[in-house]
Nanobody, 113 residues
Framework: QVQLVESGVGLVQPGGSLRLSCVFS????????MRWFRQAPGKEREWVAG?????STKYADSVKGRFTISRDNANTNLQINSLKPEDTAVYYC?????????WGKGTLVTVSS
């Protein structure tokens, strides 16, 4: 059974940085395409970054230049720099295997002074 577990620092000041990690476990690990989404309070979940099995990356325009997605074996990381209050959200990692969509439970990031 595939499991995705996100982790990362919860409270950060504006202008700060943090690194989120998503650990893939269960089943046979494949170098899948991985994605990060976020859901801010009162808003719909939105895609923010993705990395293909070949390592190509893409970003939402709203985060380009500040977010960096990377992978290290079964870990998919999201480095976030120059944090803004509007980055406050629950961050989720996601992958698809054999037509099934898998989500982690999310990790809350709060940007506040």
């Amino acid at each position: 059974q595939v499991q995705l577990v996100e982790s990362g620092v919860g409270l950060v000041q504006p202008g700060g940085s943090l690194r989120l990690s998503c650990v893939f476990s269960g089943s046979i690990f494949r170098l899948n395409a991985m994605r990060w989404f976020r859901q801010a309070p009162g808003k719909e979940r939105e895609w923010v970054a993705g990395i293909t099995s070949g390592g190509s990356t893409k970003y939402a325009d709203s985060v380009k230049g500040r977010f960096t997605i990377s992978r290290d074996n079964a870990n998919t990381n999201l480095q976030i720099n120059s944090l803004k209050p509007e980055d406050t959200a629950v961050y989720y990692c996601n992958t698809g295997i054999n037509g099934l969509d898998y989500w982690g439970k999310g990790t809350l990031v709060t940007v506040s002074s």
